[in-house]
């Protein structure tokens, strides 16, 4: 019998290293950029309260708590029962136009919500075009119509912008259940709808949850929808208590209450999804025959998914083409190139940092995924549940204090007078969108460095290739897939990105988010529709790129 050759290994086990590799202390720097912000928003709190904040809470913090509550809740309702409702029905049921609607709703990710609000507004208002036809028909008044500036204004709104995120995962989970979930209520003597309610619906659980928890987020980290509604939440008064009262630690305990609230909120969440383990009772090869619905059901159900696209995202996009027509030949200038390039700028760089530092992380933790990793991992990835108004803020008070430290040392020692060095930079703001969107790059580039099998990797090691030479040579042309659609989110949640922005950018940059800010905080809807088409445009590349790996219904 031949004697065995053992592989030649250039890098040393994991259980063998006495030291962190670079790899290892890159991925913990990192993981402290994130914990930097929060913890200087957090350590606000042992720090005398000022008159502005003992204002605040005197008069506004009870008002601001109980708006972001009833947001909370009305939105979250909203985005269950338009998305559970709407994943059912494509997922299971047969009705005309259930093939289209299975991808187009989706189509309404691409839009902005502050984009959905300003259109919303300017449609509905008093003053709006649906309002004065109305009284023009009908010359009794519309005493009965809501106002659409309003808490229910905002939460329809909200509602309709981020349905999609638990109509994805809803749909996923009944796809996942197959027939054999539907046969076995059927045996246990339950009718389609008790079987929904009683099977379908609790297995499902954990996809919505999940689906529920991004909404949350997204809801409580929202500035634009807030403010065009004039809605005061805690972002709201963080933007207002920094630029209009001018006070750093004011906001900064503000929004020290905000992330307490959110880790509430992802505590909750990780209660309800705590222990369960649903595995999936079929393929979706193995549904089975769909259940077509009665006579009287069928067209309902497609007006119903009609109507919800309709809202969500025709009106809104054909509003904004008509009102972009309008005013093309006066308001597009140069300024606008201007307006383009930075954001183009600000989304191409980020998306490059952010998947660079995503993959740093991904391959760090390939290589050793101990617990430390693992942890260091988890903390980098939680910038993405905090508002940008939060890290704004974060990040401004150690960017500001290190500032003043390298002008005093350069006129200390060099005599030389300079303003400020990063602060009211780009610099500033790339770092502000590496907190809030590592996570986005990170999540696709580390699913599909779960497809390598690490046989590969010892194959490449036993043939002396390790270290950065393979991940250059033997991951990355794999993982090209995953870089692709990873920088893609980067690139349009950058432009999309509107309270970060606001308060981190260089004096008199404007990008896109920031004029839609402008016009909309002037009432000029039109202006500000030219801006809000570019980021429609912009957002339908990864909703897209979501269609078509998301795989087709049965």
């Not at 004697?3 to 030649?8: A, E, T």
Request: glycine letters at 10%.
């Amino acid at each position: 019998m031949a004697p065995s050759i053992r592989p030649l290994t250039l890098e040393p086990p994991a259980a063998h290293r006495r030291f962190p590799d670079a790899w290892h202390v890159t991925a913990f720097v990192i993981a402290g950029l994130v914990i930097l912000p929060l913890g200087v928003v957090l350590s606000s709190v042992f720090t005398p309260a000022d008159d502005i904040w003992r204002h605040l809470a005197e008069t506004v913090l009870g008002d601001l708590l109980l708006n972001t509550l009833w947001l909370v809740v009305g939105v979250a309702a909203g985005t269950a029962a338009l998305g559970i409702s709407l994943a059912w029905l494509t997922a299971v049921c047969e009705f005309p136009g259930r093939r289209l609607f299975d991808w187009a709703l989706m189509l309404p990710l691409a839009i902005p919500a502050y984009v959905t609000a300003f259109v919303f507004v300017a449609l509905l208002d008093f003053t709006g075009p649906v309002q004065t036809a109305m009284r023009a028909w009908l010359p009794d008044g519309l005493a009965w119509l809501p106002p659409i500036r309003s808490r229910g204004g905002v939460i329809l709104v909200m509602s309709l912008a981020f349905y999609p995120y638990v109509y994805l995962l809803a749909r996923q989970a009944f796809l996942s259940q197959g027939k054999r979930a539907m046969e076995a209520s059927r045996a246990l003597g339950h009718n389609r709808w008790n079987g929904f309610f009683r099977l379908a619906l609790p297995m499902a659980r954990p996809w919505i949850v999940g689906g529920l928890a991004l909404v949350v987020m997204e809801t409580v980290a929202d500035f634009g929808t807030v403010s065009i509604f004039n809605y005061d939440t805690f972002t709201t008064a963080i933007y207002k208590t920094w630029f209009g009262f001018y006070s750093l630690k004011a906001a900064a305990q503000l929004a020290s209450v905000l992330i307490a609230i959110i880790f509430a909120l992802m505590l909750l969440e990780h209660y309800w999804r705590v222990g369960a383990r649903y595995h999936p009772a079929g393929k979706h090869d193995d549904f089975g025959a769909r259940i077509t619905l009665p006579a009287g059901l069928r067209w309902p159900a497609c007006i119903y998914a009609m109507l919800v696209l309709a809202l969500a995202f025709v009106v809104p996009l054909v509003q904004l083409g008509i009102w972009a027509a309008r005013v093309a030949a006066t308001d597009f200038d140069a300024r606008y190139l201007g307006f383009l390039g930075r954001s183009l700028f600000l989304g191409a760089a980020s998306a490059v940092l952010i998947c660079g530092c995503a993959l740093v992380l991904v391959y760090a933790k390939r290589r050793d995924g101990n617990g430390g990793i693992r942890l260091a991992t988890r903390i980098a990835t939680l910038g993405y549940a905090i508002p940008g108004s939060v890290l704004a803020v974060g990040i401004f008070i150690p960017l500001a204090w290190l500032d003043h430290r390298l002008i005093a040392g350069l006129q200390r020692w060099f005599h030389v007078e300079v303003g400020l060095l990063i602060v009211g930079t780009p610099l500033a703001m790339l770092l502000a969108y590496l907190v809030r969107f590592l996570a986005a790059g990170y999540g696709p580039i580390d699913s599909a460095m779960h497809r390598i099998t690490p046989n590969l990797d010892e194959a490449a090691r036993g043939l002396g290739v390790g270290g950065a030479r393979l991940l250059q040579r033997v991951h990355l042309p794999i993982l090209r897939g995953g870089l692709l659609t990873g920088a893609t989110l980067v690139f349009v949640d950058v432009m999309k990105e509107m309270p970060a922005t606001l308060m981190t950018r260089p004096f008199g940059w404007e990008t896109l988010s920031v004029r839609i800010f402008s016009m909309t905080s002037e009432g000029q809807w039109e202006q500000a529709a030219l801006p809000a088409l570019a980021l429609v445009l912009a957002g339908l590349l990864p909703v897209m790129l979501l269609t078509r790996h998301g795989g087709d219904a049965p």
